[in-house]
């Protein structure tokens, strides 16, 4: 403690014991405050996994006669408000507060208005032009284009859109009237020789049918599957060898019995393909291909006797039948999504007040669970409860704490002004923080620290894992006896790196402490509920959050940042095993996973992948994006050996990674 009047702010600010010590449910409010005191807080530093730390749950079941009243009375009014918060947040209502959904605007109004009701002022635009506002709208590069229309008439029958045909997110706008040809697999140079190609065949004037996959055996598997010096087969790649022959158009269907196919069309999120070409390119059933092959075909051969023969390699692209013709028409709209950063201001007082503290959290979630989930739970509401309702809520207490702090503090007092952030944008790459500091409302360089609170609904025994502590000079010994008094046992983490919107402040020089109480089963999962969180352990974080805040906000000395670098991050996924690449959440024309950037002492780094690399095929099967691959490492354990390939500068490389395991805490 560094002055008198921050020891007068801390216990004006204070709350009671009886609050903080009651964590059993079952107890009553008298056997509460009868508790001895807490230990003290106890800190260990070491590197933190965001997705192996998971606390031991010592919590015991309250039993069906608890009485809820007498429970969340004992635990006191700002456990209450926290967790009516989180509730309300993570109800079906808000539709998992994905941005672009009415949900997600509902949750920023929310936020909003409860950021009014605390006195907070408006964080942008101008107040004095009367245009304030706490709303800092973006728009997310959407990961499908939007198809505004298409049709698909062959021989001047009307093709059924999602039912016979889709258009894929490779297609670009267009209308063509064509004659086809048929390109089997489309594959320039196979195994052995194999080509889909008689030379350099000029497919100008037509539309492109073709094979997904590689050729098949008998069985219907592919028939390259794991030998070696197999090629790789990819979608971007056939689509690439037919446009640059100059197709009009491209219509893709499954090849017939394929053991791949798990679907008959694929949907937008499927069928990005590498991007756009410049040409429409739709996917027809086997049904419809069949049909229109039977009638183009000069030798009026069927569709499965065409693959069995391009399977084998005797039949090369061929011209159909020019007076059998094929209409392709598709209008496609700019893919963006909108989304909002909310945030409010607590103005300092003094000679510190153009100085700033900045506490924020993300309020967004998955939604129906289209990306960053597992794809078996892809369509089911995932309310975000814990993730992050929970910090949303910490955000949202902490102001009303510190409001009333700023309210008591004398009236020569000198403080930072506080920025109370929550962002949109996290759950798809941090973008809603990345978009604030590239477009600031106020300087970072006057920011002293900025807390951030991601998953703080689950504190179990206690423990507490807190990122960023190496990211200024003489941190530790500044958080140490707060985690003293906060009776935590805090794991204490010098990288400001990490999954979370802190990195972004990181990057631009801040320094950054990032709160987090673990990954559970419930995490990314529509388990996710308000009913799963402890407001007790809540309460004490949210208490240590205010605290260190209240010690930063009045010491004469700002923070002086320092970099961290050195500690490993960690990937975004669901696995026992990382890759250690940060992917691109904005780039769906890369034709696989764009890496935004490689962490130190990973897999990546030591297999010498490289920030800008596009991955696009793993152990010879597509890579389509971000969720493929963490399908892929689902599949994986420590040791296992993969072979990437790798797009760099317009060159294809391979490159064979060792998995390592999540690294331990040491």
């Known amino acids: ?236 790649d056939k689509l690439r060898e037919v446009a640059e022959r100059g197709a009009a158009g491209i219509l893709v269907v499954n090849a017939p019995d394929a053991k791949s196919a798990d679907r008959p069309l694929e949907d937008l999120r499927t069928s990005r393909w590498g991007g756009s070409r410049g040409i429409p390119v739709m996917q027809i059933t086997v049904e419809a291909a069949d049909a229109l092959m039977r009638a183009a075909d000069p030798q009026g051969r069927d569709l499965r006797t065409l693959r069995s023969l391009a399977d084998e390699g005797t039949l090369k692209d061929f011209a159909g039948k020019p007076d059998v013709k094929v209409t392709m028409t598709a209008e496609i709209g700019e893919s963006t999504v909108p989304a909002a950063n909310v945030g409010g201001i607590l103005q300092g007082k003094g000679s510190l007040k153009d100085e700033w503290i900045i506490i924020g959290g993300h309020l967004d979630h998955v939604g129906y669970g289209r990306f960053g989930t597992d794809p078996a739970n892809r369509g089911q509401l995932h309310p975000g409860a814990d993730d992050n309702a929970s910090g949303t809520a910490g955000v949202l207490v902490s102001a009303r704490r510190l409001g009333e702090l700023y309210a008591a503090a004398p009236s020569d007092a000198n403080l930072r002004s506080v920025l109370f952030l929550c962002f949109s944008g996290e759950e798809s790459g941090l973008d809603g923080s990345a978009y604030w500091t590239k477009n600031p409302s106020i300087p970072p360089k006057s920011v002293t620290a900025m807390l951030n609170m991601d998953m703080i609904g689950r504190l179990r025994n206690d423990e507490l894992s807190i990122g960023g502590t190496g990211t200024a000079k003489g941190f530790d010994a500044k958080l140490e006896p707060h985690i003293k008094s906060s009776g935590l046992f805090v794991h204490a983490d010098p990288s400001g790196s990490g999954p979370s919107d802190h990195a972004s402040f990181y990057r631009v020089g801040v320094p950054v402490l990032f709160f987090f109480t673990g990954t559970h089963d419930n995490y990314h999962r529509p388990s996710d509920k308000g009913y799963t969180v402890n407001p007790a352990g809540a309460t004490k974080i949210v208490r240590l959050v205010g605290d260190i805040a209240a010690d930063l906000a009045d010491d004469p000395q700002r923070l002086e940042f320092q970099s961290s670098e050195g500690t490993p991050g960690q990937d975004r996924g669901y696995a026992s095993v990382r890759l250690g690449v940060m992917p691109s959440m904005n780039d769906a024309d890369a034709g696989g996973v764009l890496v935004e950037s490689v962490s130190a002492g990973t897999s990546a780094a030591d297999a010498g992948i490289q920030k800008g690399d596009i991955l696009f095929s793993w152990n010879g099967k597509e890579l389509g994006g971000p969720g493929d691959l963490m399908s892929r490492l689902r599949d994986h354990r420590p040791g296992d050996k993969v072979r990437i390939a790798l797009r760099r500068d317009g060159k294809d490389l391979d490159v064979t990674v060792t998995l390592k395991a999540s690294q331990p805490r040491e």
Request: with cysteine; charged share 20%.
């Open 1 to 236: 403690m560094h002055t008198r009047s921050l020891a007068v702010l801390l216990a004006v600010f204070a709350i009671p014991a009886s609050t903080l010590l009651a964590q059993a449910p079952q107890q009553a409010p008298q056997q509460a405050a009868q508790q001895a005191p807490q230990p003290e807080g106890r800190v260990v530093h070491e590197k933190v996994n965001p997705y192996t730390f998971q606390p031991k749950d010592v919590s015991v079941a309250a039993g069906p006669n608890v009485n809820l009243r007498e429970t969340f009375e004992a635990l006191g009014p700002e456990a209450i408000e926290w967790y009516q918060h989180v509730q309300t947040l993570s109800n079906p209502w808000f539709e998992g507060r994905c941005p672009g959904s009415e949900g997600h605007e509902r949750a920023v109004e929310y936020i909003a208005w409860w950021m009014e009701k605390l006195g907070l002022a408006p964080a942008f635009g101008d107040s004095a032009a009367g245009s304030s506002s706490y709303r800092q709208p973006f728009t997310l590069t959407g990961a499908e284009p939007i198809v505004k229309a298409g049709a698909l008439d062959v021989q001047g029958k009307a093709l059924a859109r999602d039912k016979d045909f889709i258009v894929a997110a490779a297609s670009a706008g267009g209308s063509v009237t064509a004659p086809i040809a048929f390109a089997g697999y489309a594959i320039k140079e196979g195994k052995d020789g194999y080509t889909s190609f008689d030379g350099d065949d000029d497919l100008r004037g037509k539309i492109a049918v073709l094979f997904r996959f590689a050729p098949l055996g008998p069985d219907g598997n592919e028939r390259w599957a794991g030998q070696e010096g197999a090629p790789r087969i990819r979608m971007a």
